[in-house]
């Protein structure tokens, strides 16, 4: 699962007495740099997380409680995170909703699901183990439980959307939380429904905590039957009207959402979007558009070089040879298709670097200049 | 070459197209293969230059025990070798770009020499690699105090030719620092001083952090044998010094290999770019462990086919590079350290004095084809 929102929180640094000596003593590398040959999660500048348990329910997905370092500044629940795994040497970035209720102590849930063509999923799928390393960001993202915490509450979540809604609801079990809590949860069928043992004994153990489910391919196997619409509100939730509402899944559900909280309900609802991670399209050279973030500028692709592009635009781009050989133009693709000139190698991964005078737009493109 | 008329290539323009396009082949399956082991190698020898590093200055701590001494300050000079070469020159090509890590991106990435790491990104991966060996733009070819070709006339000036090189030998680093601010440009008036201020103010931030750290806190931890580690970190800069400018000076400049001229050199295609970066270069054999220390620029000519394939890839590709210069009987050189070291002290010396009837520069290698008429000037 993947909320669409990117993580820009930078890692925090914490206060440790004399890191401006240590700096300069380890200069010009930094003190992480001797910290991390020592063991991996030693760093202070920098978050990571050892794998404590890697629990496999179904082939198809690991749960993983991870151990962040000192550097983790915790989470609120709902948020986000990003885990870096290396692959076959290079590094590969992905954001996930931890489950784990705020206040547990450092360490973190994550699940995993595979995804037919997911690169890092698969890999964490199969390979997550104890010991393992992963880097992590810092928490992020406005969709979370607030402070001060609502009586009344509903939860509608779809698929592996259920992530975070799992992670409030947990914070206010375990919080003891008086109000109603309503949750509705969409799955496919029984058998693919993500927490299901775990919501029903906490529908047990909670009486405040009312559980509804609706299949989209069992019908009759759940209290109600396929997907999001406002008629199931009523029976899922009495108080739905007054309550808090916090909706993630995929992009066609949350637009369902949206259309019902209307005419001065939005501000009771919060959304998170999950949609599996997709690599941008390929489309044909000379079409689509370029923006460049920190400039704040976006011109329509021509087809030439992104160098070219961005000198066309009157954007002061560091350049050099303009063959591929010194790496002065390099840059940040955020998102979007491009082709190497030279080695008409397509890369359509976000947040790669790529060398500006020899690659030209297959795609619509977000490049960090 | 020194004149126009002499620098013809022995090849035609279709032959040195499929030159081209042959090299192109081992980058393209370079860049395929890429991966864990490259990852797993460069962060062995990060791991082993750390662990040198912790190592020396321990030992040098406690450098008033003379085996202490001599042992902090090898494994201090290995440390900053490794530094240097193997990682920083290579990292900072952008070698492992592709591995998406910040720690090992060739832009963040800054080394233990007194040149700041983005100065040396535009005097190096740039201006040096791009414009190799073309006299009045490469500023490598003497660094801009040393007359290392017949193209630089000779003035009574370069009578001091040795003892330059030994000054520069000596404090490599620091003539590696200024290298950017073309100090014989701001002499002559060619470049303006007020234009230099960002540069000088990067130099003079590097080289204040790196003598704070080498020459007082370090040995300010010893207390009052504070001279022993002091005498150890200049002793193993000072190696670190010597080391690179033999290595770097053997890349370029022993007999044999050529210098051309920018008319020479215009609208060049990209399989006599190829050619130029090989006629410019020479490599040098050795062990394993050398190569490591050269930091894989004993494999000079590959990399400068190859400036951004990773260093530890040089090895398994001289053997193709070297059997397609043979087919296209194009001149490989390559010899032991003290022989291309050696024709590079000749030419040095030899330099000092104006140039003699006859003696002139080097002359382009002969055809390589038998039976090959038609040649083409590198410009065609």
Known sequence: MTPTATATAPSRRRGIPGRRLFDAIAGPHGIDRYLEQISPTLVIGECRAEVVAASRGTTDSVTLSLRPNRAWGGLRAGQFVQVSVEIDGVRHTRCYSPASPEGSGRELEITVKRHPEGLVSNFLVDHAQPGMVIGLSQADGDFHLPDLRPDSILLIGAGSGITPLMAILRTLCAEGHAGPIALIQYAPDPDRTIYRQELDSLAAENPNFRLTRSYTRAPGAGELDGHFSPIHLPQADPNFATAETFACGPPALLDAVRGTWANGLERRLHVESFVPPSLSPIGEPGTGSIRFSSSNLEVRNSGASILEQAEQAGIPAQSGCRMGICHTCTCRKLSGTVKNLLTDEVSAAPDVEIQLCISAPLSDLVIDL | ?380
């Open chain 2, 1 to 380: 070459m020194s004149t126009t008329t002499e620098s013809q290539i022995p090849l035609t323009p279709e032959q040195i197209e499929s030159f081209g396009e042959e090299l192109d082949a081992i980058r393209q399956r370079v860049l395929a293969d890429r991966g864990e082991s490259d990852a797993n190698y460069i962060r062995k020898v990060i791991r082993a230059q750390r662990g040198l590093e912790v190592a020396g200055r321990g030992l040098l701590w406690a450098g008033v025990f003379p085996p202490a001494w001599i042992a902090g300050t090898a494994a201090l000079s290995l440390s900053k070798i490794l530094d240097n070469m193997e990682i920083g020159h290579n990292v900072m090509h952008g070698q492992y770009d592709w591995m998406n890590d910040p720690a090992l991106s060739g832009k963040q990435f800054e080394w233990d020499n007194a040149c700041p790491a983005d100065q040396w990104r535009h005097s190096h991966n740039y201006m040096h690699h791009t414009h190799t060996n073309i006299v009045g733009k490469d500023r490598d070819i003497g660094y801009g105090v040393l007359r290392m070709s017949e193209d630089q006339d000779w003035k009574p000036y370069y009578l001091g030719n040795p003892a330059y090189a030994t000054l520069l030998a000596l404090f490599f680093q620091y003539g590696v620092a200024l290298h950017d601010l073309e100090v014989e440009r701001l002499t002559t008036g060619e470049a303006k001083l007020a234009d230099k201020r960002e540069l000088i103010s990067g130099i003079w931030k590097k080289v204040r952090r790196q003598t704070l750290k080498d020459y007082v806190i370090f040995p300010a931890l010893s207390g009052p044998f504070f001279l022993f580690p002091l005498a150890g970190n200049a002793t193993a800069n000072l190696v670190r010094n010597v080391w690179s400018f033999t290595i770097i000076f053997c890349g370029h400049f022993p007999e044999g290999t050529h210098e051309f001229t920018e008319e020479e050199t215009e609208n060049e295609s990209r399989g006599e770019w190829y050619y130029r970066q090989l006629l410019g270069s020479a490599n040098l054999s050795g062990s394993r462990p050398f190569h490591i220390l050269s930091g894989n620029l004993s494999f000079q000519i590959e990399h400068h086919l190859f400036p951004d394939l990773p260093a530890n890839r040089y090895a398994e590709i001289s053997t193709e590079v070297r059997e397609i210069c043979e087919r296209y009987g194009i001149p490989y050189n390559v010899g032991p350290l003290g022989k291309q070291f050696g024709s590079v002290v000749k030419k040095i010396c030899r330099l000092a004095l104006p140039d003699r009837k006859g003696r002139g520069s080097a002359q382009l290698p002969p055809a390589g084809l038998e039976g090959e008429e038609k040649r083409v000037p590198i410009a065609a």
